[in-house]
């Protein structure tokens, strides 16, 4: 099962601001629901009840970290470690893991990540609360960037970016 990490992130590392995604960005919206298409979702429990959880989450598979006991996410499960989240994709037969954060998923993630596609939204946001971490390049090698330039939907140019693991 290839474990995929997807996120985007402000030129200062920023991933979110009092638990929404700081910017609102349309393109990034539709190319995020193209990477997680056919795939199984993994998040945090604090993105998963965020606002935009409700859509991402319907009709696809998924799993919730969460120390709750007795949590149940409607139509996903429940699992109290990112190993037992990943584990318990596993058991359900995914093929490719979507991981889809917050910061502190994506901390613990990052060790065990194949593959990374980050979205880069170029502008530096103050005030931000949760943050991706550094993408040290002796562990990952980017190997395709696609640039865009602001518009009339988009206020920030932005890149999509992706990495694989190499060591
Ligand atoms: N830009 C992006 O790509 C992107 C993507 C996703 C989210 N975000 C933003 O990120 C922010 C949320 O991130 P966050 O770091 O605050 O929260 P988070 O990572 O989404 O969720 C944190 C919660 O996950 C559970 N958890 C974490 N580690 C665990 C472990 N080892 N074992 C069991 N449960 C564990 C805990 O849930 P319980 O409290 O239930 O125990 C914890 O409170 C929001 O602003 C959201 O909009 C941005």
Same mark, same amino acid.
């Given at each position: 099962m290839e474990k995929l990490i997807i996120a985007a992130k402000s030129d200062n590392g920023v991933i979110g601001k009092n638990g929404e995604?700081?910017?609102?960005?349309?393109a990034d919206l539709d190319f995020f629901s193209r990477q997680i298409e056919g795939g199984y979702l993994?998040?945090? %429990?604090?993105?998963?009840?965020s606002e935009q959880g409700e859509t991402i989450f319907k009709d696809k598979p998924f799993v919730v970290i969460t120390r709750q006991e007795g949590y149940q996410p409607k139509g996903g499960r429940a699992a109290h470690s990112l190993e037992e989240g990943i584990a318990t994709a596993e058991a359900?037969?995914?093929r490719r893991l979507c991981i889809l954060g917050g910061g502190e998923i994506y901390r613990?993630?990052?060790?065990?990540?194949? %593959?990374l596609i980050i979205t880069e939204v170029h502008t530096v946001v103050e005030g931000g609360?949760?943050?991706?971490p550094?993408?040290?390049?002796?562990?990952?090698?980017?190997y395709k960037r696609e640039s865009h330039k602001k518009d009339s939907r988009n206020p920030y140019d932005y890149s999509f970016?992706?990495?694989t693991r190499i060591g």
């Open positions: 995604l700081p910017w609102h960005m349309p993994l998040s945090g %429990r604090r993105s998963y009840e359900d037969g995914a613990q993630a990052l060790p065990v990540a194949d %593959r609360d949760a943050f991706f550094d993408i040290n390049p002796e562990h990952w090698k980017e970016v992706f990495y």
